[in-house]
């Protein structure tokens, strides 16, 4: 707790708004779509599913096959603890749909659907296929429930482990717009991951990394994912991390309130 609390000071002591940034791309980006007020339709979907998750009250036996949890002491849990505590909040959620609709995103992955809050934001957008992995039956049943019952046909999910789903991905020929993080919160795993999807990225791709400042791990796996000489930007908006491979760019480092 007090390694989070002094990274979250540090981010906030070496954060900006959209005030002094010399990205044509990144001043875009934080003007037209992190700031974007537009009251979009597709919120009532994300949220109408988020409270219907919100309202379930039935006991689950999950399998953790990420960094555990710091909220839940048994693997016993109700649902609709999973979806205050685990999953995506409504104000990220709603900053999720904005990102794969400013981007432009057609063909996306989800590594951790969890019960499914990100995919619907991603999914939202009606031209976008999302594909998402998780790796517990148990919440994987659940999720695929929900996304049925809200008619998301453009998301496939996939109950697999991120190791044996990676491989099938990689054996497929197209590349991936955007590729969101949100399995794994431990350090190997991220690095992992992150070098294994890279042949799936394009100069306009975008990788989105959860909980970044979640443990000096993470943090260090976010540096190092910054360095990579293929990563052109990088946004640390504290809860996210997000890199783009932009060819055309020089490379740039930026930590942006949101």
């Avoid at 994300?46 to 949890?69: C, H, M, P, V």
């Avoid at 008619?151 to 991120?162: D, E, G, V």
């Avoid at 791990?217 to 910054?226: D, L, P, R, S």
């Amino acid at each position: 707790m007090t390694s989070q609390l002094f990274s979250y000071l540090k981010f906030i002591i070496n954060s900006q708004n959209q005030h002094g940034l010399h990205s044509p791309f990144v001043y875009d980006l934080v003007t037209k779509c992190f700031y974007d007020k537009t009251p979009y339709p597709e919120y009532e979907l994300i949220k109408n599913y988020r409270n219907d998750l919100l309202g379930n009250k039935k006991q689950i036996e999950i399998t953790d096959l990420g960094a555990g949890s710091r909220v839940f002491k048994s693997n016993r849990r109700p649902v609709f603890s999973i979806a205050k505590n685990s999953g995506i909040t409504l104000y990220r959620a709603k900053m999720l749909y904005r990102l794969v609709k400013y981007l432009n995103i057609r063909n996306a992955l989800e590594l951790g659907t969890s019960l499914g809050i990100a995919s619907v934001s991603i999914g939202a957008n009606r031209k976008t296929q999302l594909n998402t992995m998780e790796g517990c039956s148990e919440i994987a049943r659940i999720a695929g429930n929900q996304l049925d019952k809200f008619k998301l046909k453009n998301i496939q999910l996939i109950n697999i482990q991120f190791e044996e789903g990676i491989k099938e991905v990689l054996h497929e020929p197209a590349e991936l717009d955007l590729i969101y993080f949100d399995g794994n919160h431990q350090k190997e795993a991220t690095l992992k991951y992150f070098h294994q999807l890279l042949p799936k990225a394009h100069s306009d791709s975008v990788f989105i990394f959860d909980d970044i400042h979640w443990s000096p791990g993470m943090e260090e796996a976010w540096e190092e994912i910054k360095k990579h000489p293929k990563v052109k930007v990088s946004i640390d908006t504290y809860k996210w991390g997000l890199v783009f491979f932009r060819k055309e760019q020089v490379k740039q480092d930026f930590i942006i309130r949101v």
